[in-house]
């Protein structure tokens, strides 16, 4: 018997934290950026499909978070609205979802304060050049 669906709701969108997380941490920051650009020129140098696209995969947060959820299902067997597979499956799908709606709210955020600290420059700048 499948866990009550406010459990399984609360376990969803706790669980989509460190899959969005690690995703994030391996597709954009600057502690894996040397792997990261070997991963991305290899996903444009080889010759073979599968090597390219199999590089690709860590560069590409969506991508590499369907394979951090599937890592995480095996560690967790959470499973989402029905038991065994079907769970599992529906699981997989919407943990992806959820991991990327807080990588897009988080890359927001970060644009967000990013356009702040260039507008407080300028504007610093301005009083800097008006005394």
Known sequence: MPAPLSHQFAFLVLLAIPIACV???VTHEEVL????????RRSQECRRL????F?????CEYCF???VTLGFLAITHFELLYTGWRGLLIAW???VWVAN???SFYNHLRLDIKHQNVEIRVDQSRI???K
């Open 23 to 25: 995703s994030w941490t």
């Open 33 to 40: 950026r040397e792997q990261r650009e070997f991963c991305k």
């Open 50 to 53: 599968l090597q390219r696209k």
């Open 55 to 59: 590089f690709y995969l860590f560069t």
């Open 65 to 67: 978070s369907h394979y």
């Open 93 to 95: 799908f919407a943990l």
């Open 101 to 103: 709606i807080y990588m």
């Open 128 to 130: 800097e050049d008006g």
